[in-house]
């Protein structure tokens, strides 16, 4: 069997000395959040003792940039490429008869409380949410498999209600739904970094299977047990698999929640999934993450690449940044080998046409950092000039999970053109320092710890 799956991750992390491992007592209300909140979601941590004495829990895994590529074997520089070739070049997956998730099933009395340590991670948080758990449904057509995350709030004992933003689940739920069917699903924690980031591909735009994505990120075919009560697959590595149905004609009250911009979403009606067996390794680890903008960074990505091939089609780009501070998915700061005038206004049109989540982007040319706040704000200081540069179109398509336009879906978008004008490249010429870059700093203060 390959190594695959959280199991095999958290290794990765020890070795690497990324891991914290708390020995401590946590309470899963609030404590753990907050612990996981003080580290930005950027520090991967093992709990490794939970309140109530039930299972282990991960948190703050996939929420570095550095750490995540490293999980990935990608770089700053190969990564889109890596990301589109998955998607262009999908590979079979492998189902095995058994594998560790089936050590251990429940198939009665599933209390979902009493066996999993969902947290409650903020004050008005309507209760207990499921934040990491990856959704997975057989298209009813195709066969393929879909996967993505969805939070889950616990109603009562069996019942999760779940939060659907999807084209494509909504229609494949209403379509069953008409015929008076339930939809099968399970829901996986304790996977690794290939797994979570197939699952943010988006499923109406490609259609492709996510399991075979999975298997071309990761290089091997991912490793698959079929469900105990479902016609389904799940990783045979996982730690906890739940099998459940999205029942029809049923909903019930979701919310509020503090999302990822860090604000409350109000209540709404939503599709609930009764869940009625469970598989587990043992002494299995839960996987958790915090509501917030750091742990959207695979969803950026997948953003980023899409945004970097759409731009590639018109112009020289060298790199773009779906920033963290706008939740991986509402600003995008994109860097240009500046050929022809036009090219900085061509990168705005095309970038806010491309999706409507995406509200600003600025565009620099490529001596500037676009990782680096500073370096942006240095750039749109001295190289634009707002009458000429700042594009401003009111009234597109948003993303509701923006409160600053009321949350009508409707938003102004901004672009700001801060390329120098390629007709006057000697008046922006950044002052160096030469052999800058070789100097050894330490050899100047060698009686102080630098
Ligand atoms: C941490 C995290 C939480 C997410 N929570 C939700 C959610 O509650 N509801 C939702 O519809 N999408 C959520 N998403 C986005 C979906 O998982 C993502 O859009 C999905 O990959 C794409 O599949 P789709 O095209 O079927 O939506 C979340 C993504 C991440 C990374």
Not at 53 to 67: F, H, K, N
Not at 120 to 137: H, M, P, R, W, Y
Not at 246 to 273: T, W
């Amino acid at each position: 069997m390959s190594a695959q799956m959280l199991r095999h991750t958290l290794d990765v992390l020890k070795q690497e000395k990324f891991l914290l491992e708390c020995d401590r007592e946590v309470d899963y209300v609030y404590e753990m959040g907050a612990v996981l909140k003080h580290f930005d979601n950027k520090r991967p941590i093992l709990f490794n003792k939970v309140k109530n004495g039930v299972m282990r829990t991960a948190g703050g895994l996939y929420g570095d940039r550095e750490i995540l590529y490293k999980l990935l074997g990608v770089s700053k520089e190969n990564r889109n490429a890596r990301f589109l070739n998955a998607l262009t070049r999908p590979m079979p997956y492998e189902i095995l008869s058994s594998g560790p998730v089936k050590e251990n099933v429940a198939k009665r009395n599933v209390d979902l409380m009493r066996l999993l340590p969902v947290s409650k991670f903020q004050e008005k948080d309507a209760s207990n949410f499921i934040t990491a758990g990856v959704l997975v449904l057989k298209d009813p057509e195709t066969g393929r498999f879909f996967t993505s995350i969805r939070r889950m709030q616990v109603q009562k004992g069996n019942v999760l209600s779940v939060l659907i933003a999807s084209p494509k689940l909504t229609n494949d739920f209403l379509e069953v739904e008409k015929q008076d069917k339930p939809l099968e699903v399970a829901v996986v924690f304790g996977y690794d970094a290939p797994f979570l980031m197939a699952s943010q591909y988006p499923s109406a735009t490609y259609g492709v299977d996510k399991y075979e994505l999975d298997s071309a990120l990761r290089g091997e075919p991912l490793q698959l047990v079929r469900c105990e009560t479902k016609d389904l697959l799940v990783p045979a590595q996982a730690e906890v698999v739940l099998e459940g149905v999205m029942v029809p004609g049923k909903r019930e009250l979701e919310g509020p929640f503090g999302e990822l911009m860090g604000y409350y979403g109000g209540q709404a009606q939503h599709p609930i999934v009764e869940i009625d067996a469970l598989t587990y390794r043992n002494d299995p680890i839960y996987q958790t993450a915090f509501p917030c903008r750091e742990e959207h960074l695979s969803n950026g990505l997948i953003r980023e690449m899409e945004l970097f091939y759409f731009l590639k089609n018109q112009v020289d780009v060298v790199d773009v940044n779906v920033t963290e501070g706008g939740g991986y998915r509402f600003n995008a700061v994109v860097s240009v080998r500046k050929g022809k005038l036009g090219t900085g206004k061509t990168v705005i049109l095309a970038s806010l046409g491309l999706n409507k989540d995406l509200k600003q982007v600025v565009v620099v040319d490529d001596d500037v950092d676009i990782y680096d706040p500073r370096d942006i704000e240095w750039a749109i200081t001295t190289r634009t000039q707002a009458a000429k540069d700042f594009v401003i179109v009111p009234g597109a398509l948003g993303s509701t999970l923006d409160p600053s336009h009321g949350l009508r879906g409707m938003t102004d978008k901004l672009g700001i053109d801060a390329t120098k004008d390629p007709e006057r490249t000697e008046l922006f010429e950044r002052a160096a320092i030469p052999g800058f870059e070789k100097i050894d700093i330490s050899k100047y203060f060698s009686n102080t710890t630098l």
